[in-house]
């Protein structure tokens, strides 16, 4: 059977914050031009919103360039940043520290990016972008030269051994003149594109950091709207890159979350037990007390900066937003990055397409322009500036804190070096050098176990189809992963995907595909990358609401 | 200030769920008729002026109330309902059908599903699949309700001696006409009917293993469920599984086996009568909810209740 | 023939629903919406009568807020030829819902009307069988199966314990159950030309209908917890509690 196709001048893969403000920006100008531009955004989750997990502070800059009117148009950023607070954690102490100057959120608002998301959506309808939730983007297209032609989104309704079902619906392929990559953090498509254009071969290795958020409703008495804290140190050890933050936005809502870097040693690191550990900090869990645990979520981030971003254009399409990894890390803030990446993607790609009266103007070009207008935008600026923060933690805690100050604030991020990443993957020690974690057991009030936190993430996958978290080789589970690391996959993963469960006399990796949160820790964080995520089924994954 | 209860029958047996219809009619009114309509169903009338607490049954008897047609049994109820503030039946499948085209004829809303009673007209029942439960107040002169039969332990179907009265058969409304039924009384119920369920989880080990689970389902007469974990490990069929994704339950008992009992299990069995959980592991959260808990491996115990059961 | 399908927005099956902690109401702020899952099968139940040959127009009918007009765009997208919203603000309880789409079926005269068996919001399961009696057309709730033969229907329908099969006259109306069919996936390009499909839009007082509530909502609240109960020492003593205690065998 022959794929039905359809035909944009732009396709945009991925409904996040650089995905919608690239269409948007896209439409802008064709509006001030007079020319006509067919955009579409291909979104994996059931609604756009739906997969978005952030903190969040944002800083509305972009915003305030994208859509200067962006108040009166209702935007969702009701909730300014006020105190700021950075905590040095011990078990039993907290000890306020200077606020790192990148970490001042003056000017900035506490929003849900999921809602900021349903917003610029809203945004982009207006101006007549296609926007598909529940349709996933599965394989790249290419045309006879090489250059991508387009995506084709996933088969609907193939029973669990790959075979057609009553339902089945072959993908449909959806060909542009040029195809936006803005599917976030470790993108699938993203990484098979990689590859297949050496996009990484002048870059660091890319690096990453799970991050594990709760909504919760507290006691109005005790919610401070504005309040932000971050916290470093325990249960964090000195060797390990992590922290947490507590953000109360309005009607009572505290986001709070953890976020630790990838790049950590000890296989028998559980991050969601961590999160759960850090809510029982005596400085901490007071707020919590008769509160109610709303939602649940987990994502990664890239963490590794501007020494990892990737070659960002190919022919035929680039990449947006964090699939190319845009995160100022010291500020911990993508939002505005990735936002004025699609801003400037779009600028780059009108420019080419409507340079001419050709109908194939831009069909499969190499835009580099991009990359080049990228880097006089205070995106790069901003981005080098801090590049030495996140690789000085290899250093543990401490002298991380004063190196990073000292590059920052005295060197002003022009130091003449830049210091290196190493892979997440290869991080782990075998399990035999390393001591096991005990973690405290959930108490059903404050702390959690997996399956009730998934279960307020709103998670489904359709039952009948293929497992979407592919193994290379079936037995790496075992023979190497249980074997040298003690199956770090049961606890890397935040939703309870992988169990080691007994079978006879031995054991054997369940993978409980439904739970997935499509966070993709296990494709970054696998010991030999021997798991590849690929999409499920569009409208699969979790439904957060207000995340 | 009285309430009519819809008998439901097959016009030889009144069916327990009558009991718990009354049981809710007694709990806003003392003064509570029951109406059995049928074809030749002496035996029910009868059994129903047997039931505990009922003041007067009232009899219409004629070949085209046979089935409990709802385009017949409507008028009827409608005809008598002058006079009643309340007129219920319980929530099977014959009272949804025929309940809210009573309600519509009668220009009123109809309060689906109630699992408590507040006052006279202020009622308790579950929305969102039993995730929330709201509390509703009615406007209407005549409140028609719907009985969710494991909200209200069922009164005893002795002991009563109500007056019978006969009331007249209207036509035939010509609108619909039984064909025939099918009722699945030798093989297992269906999952989502069943007034027992035996479920094994992934304690159970293997597909093989699950018999012992279908023994005592058979047993019992009950069907066989599964929670998600036995399903993901193979051991059953998707359509098995009750819980987040699969078929929320409400049997009378639900007897879960080998099952720890995580949140998705529980959602989908919560509003259960009674809950039975045997596990090895004294931690289990099942024990959390379960009204009988029997700690012990699982191999021994249920073929032991299957032998103890006897014939 | 003429097919009406009702459908309503309703929170998406994969969303758990919370009471706000004032219990004034569900918190439904920013929670996906969806087709309410009973009412996809009735748009594809009348999706393959008209495929079959047996409809000649298939019309969705919903009941509510602005936003069913998405609702009434996946019908489309799904096959239906054109929808109608009675757009309103008002909470519109089924006997209110079910006048209403009397109305438009007094416009519209179909022959055959599908409607869901439930909605998994209120779970009422009312609205079907009002607008039976309402219109005074036969019932086939909590359908399974629907053919047509000789100008009558034969629902087979879901009761407790096992299948019924009745016939009905026509016009009827019929409300789905699961076990109807399975709904198809929506196509792209279909989502594209539902967007072109018409789209009327009602307001209930052209109807000449008050959609006055009947029901307040005191309040909600969630279940009560289920506390455990007892452990028993073995097996007898089980089946001991369960037969003379909790009276369940």
């Known amino acids: 059977m022959e794929r039905e196709a359809m035909e944009f001048d732009v396709v945009i893969v991925g409904g996040g914050p650089s995905g919608l403000a690239a269409a948007i920006r896209l439409k802008q100008l064709a509006a001030e031009k007079g020319s006509d531009l067919s955009v579409c955004i291909l979104e994996k989750g059931s609604e756009i919103g739906a997969h978005i997990l952030s903190g969040a502070v944002i800083e509305p800059r972009a915003l305030n360039e994208l859509l200067p009117d962006w108040k009166e148009r209702g935007a969702p950023l009701h909730t300014p940043a006020g105190k700021d607070r950075f905590l040095l954690l011990t078990e039993k102490r907290a000890f306020p520290f200077i606020t790192p100057p990148q970490m001042n959120n003056h000017g900035n608002y506490i929003v849900s990016l999921g809602n900021v998301c349903r917003w610029l959506a809203e945004q982009a309808e207006a101006l007549e972008v296609d926007i598909y939730p529940g349709f996933a983007a599965a394989e790249v297209l290419y045309h006879d030269d090489g250059s991508v032609k387009g995506v084709a989104t996933g088969d609907m309704g193939r029973a669990r051994d790959g075979s057609e079902g009553p339902n089945f619906e072959l993908g449909m392929e959806l060909h542009a003149k040029q195809t936006l990559f803005a599917e976030g953090c470790r993108g699938s498509l993203t990484k098979t594109l990689f590859d297949r254009f050496d996009l990484r071969q002048d870059a660091e290795p890319q690096v990453y950091g799970i991050g594990i958020k709760e909504l919760w409703e507290i006691d109005p008495a005790k919610h401070m709207p504005g309040s932000i804290t971050h916290t470093a140190g325990w249960p964090m050890d000195m060797s390990t890159y992590g922290g947490a933050w507590i953000y109360h936005l309005e009607d009572n809502l505290v986001s709070v979350g953890f976020v630790i870097g990838l790049d950590y040693k000890n296989p028998y690191l559980s991050p969601f037990d961590e999160m759960q550990r850090f809510k029982t900090h005596p400085a901490i869990r007071e707020q919590f007390e008769g509160a109610r645990r709303i939602s649940y979520g987990a994502r990664a981030i890239s963490s590794g900066g501007f020494q990892s971003i990737p070659k960002l254009t190919f022919p035929g399409g680039m990449l947006l937003g964090d699939a190319a990894g845009f995160l100022n890390v010291p500020k911990i803030k993508g939002t505005h990055t990735a936002m004025k990446s699609g801003m400037t993607a779009a600028e780059a790609v009108f420019d080419v397409l409507a340079a001419s009266e050709d109908e194939n103007a831009g069909r499969g070009a190499e835009i580099t322009d991009y990359s080049e207008r990228l880097e006089k935008t205070w995106l790069w600026e901003e981005l080098r500036g801090v590049r030495n923060v996140k690789p000085s933690f290899h250093w543990g805690l401490l002298p991380a804190l004063v190196y990073s100050g000292l590059d920052t604030v005295i060197l002003r991020g022009k130091a003449p070096w830049t210091l290196h990443h190493r892979p997440d993957h290869e991080q782990l020690l075998p399990a035999a050098e390393c001591t096991p974690i005990a973690y405290p057991k959930p108490d059903g009030k404050l702390t959690f176990d997996k399956p009730s936190s998934v279960f307020l993430s709103n998670t489904n996958h359709e039952e009948e189809q293929p497992c979407h978290l592919t193994l290379k080789d079936e037995a790496v589970p075992v023979t190497l992963n249980l074997a040298r690391f003690a199956g770090p996959e049961a606890r890397f993963c935040p939703a309870g995907v992988y169990e080691f469960i007994p079978d006879g006399d031995a054991q054997r990796l369940q993978i409980n595909a439904q739970n997935c949160v499509h966070c993709k820790t296990c494709d970054i964080k696998d010991p030999s990358q021997n798991i590849n995520w690929v999409t499920p089924e569009g409208g699969g994954g979790p439904n957060y609401p207000n995340m | 200030m009285s309430a009519l209860v819809l008998a439901e029958h097959d016009n030889s047996a009144l069916s327990p769920a009558t009991l718990n219809a009354v049981a809710a009619a007694l709990a806003i009114s003392q003064d509570v008729d029951l109406i059995v309509a049928g074809s030749e169903c002496s035996a029910v009338v009868t059994a129903a002026g047997a039931v505990a607490g009922v003041r007067t049954v009232l009899h219409a008897d004629a070949a085209h109330y046979a089935h409990a047609l709802a385009e017949n049994l409507a008028p009827l109820i409608v005809a008598v309902a002058d006079g009643y503030e309340h007129v219920l039946a319980a929530a099977t499948t014959t009272g949804k059908n025929v309940m809210p085209r009573v309600a519509a004829l009668l220009d009123v809303a109809q309060i689906s599903d109630i699992i408590g009673v507040e006052d006279h007209e202020t009622f308790m029942r579950p929305i969102y699949a039993g995730n929330v439960i709201a509390t509703v107040r009615s406007s209407d002169a005549t409140k028609v309700i719907t009985v969710r039969t494991t909200g209200f332990d069922a009164v005893a179907d002795t002991g009563g001696s109500a007056a019978v009265e006969t009331v007249e058969a209207l036509a035939d409304s010509g609108l619909s006409q039984f064909v025939g039924e099918e009722l699945t009384k030798s093989d297992r119920p269906e999952l989502t009917a069943a007034d027992i369920i035996v479920s094994g989880g992934r304690g159970v080990g293997s597909s093989e293993n699950f018999a012992i689970i279908e023994a005592l389902a058979d047993k019992l007469g009950a069907a066989v469920g599964a929670s998600r974990a036995a399903v993901d490990a193979g051991y059953v069929p998707n359509d098995y599984q009750v819980g987040q994704t699969g078929k929320v339950v409400a049997p009378g008992l639900y007897i879960a086996i080998g099952i720890s009992g995580a949140i998705q299990h529980l959602a989908g069995m919560k509003d259960s009568k009674v809950i039975v959980a045997i596990n090895k592991d004294e931690e289990a959260p099942i024990f959390g909810v379960a009204d009988y808990g029997l700690v012990g491996d699982l191999f021994k115990e249920v073929p032991a209740m299957v032998e103890a059961l006897g014939d | ?249």
């Open chain 3, 1 to 249: 023939m003429k097919i009406l399908v009702a459908v309503k927005r309703a929170i998406d099956y994969n969303v758990k629903a919370r009471p706000k902690s004032d219990g004034s109401g569900v918190d439904l702020a920013n929670v996906k919406m969806s087709m309410n899952p009973f009412d996809e099968i009735a748009v594809e139940e009348a999706i393959r009568i008209q495929e079959a040959g047996n409809a000649s127009e298939t019309i969705a009918v919903s009941v509510g807020p602005k936003q069913c007009q998405e609702t009434l765009r996946t019908a489309m997208a799904m096959g239906v030829d054109r929808g109608v919203l009675v757009e309103t603000d008002e909470d519109v309880q089924p006997l209110a819902v079910a006048k209403l789409i009397k109305a438009v079926i007094d416009k519209e005269q179909p022959e055959l009307v599908i409607l869901g068996k439930q909605a998994i919001d209120d779970d009422s399961n009312q609205t079907g069988q009002m607008l039976a009696a309402l219109l005074g057309w036969p019932q086939g709730t909590f359908a399974c199966g629907v053919a047509l033969a000789d100008g009558k229907l034969e629902v087979r329908r879901e009761i407790d314990g096992g299948i019924q099969t009745i016939n009905l006259t026509m016009p009827a109306v019929v409300t789905a159950d699961l076990r109807l069919n399975e709904p198809r996936y929506v196509k792209l390009p279909n989502i594209m030309k539902a967007k072109k499909k018409p789209l009327d839009v009602l307001a209930p007082a052209e109807l000449g209908i008050d959609v006055t509530p009947r029901l307040t909502l005191v309040k909600v609240a969630e279940p009560p917890a289920r506390e455990g109960g007892v452990k028993v020492e073995d097996v007898q003593q089980l089946i001991d509690k369960l037969r003379n205690e909790a009276k369940v065998i």
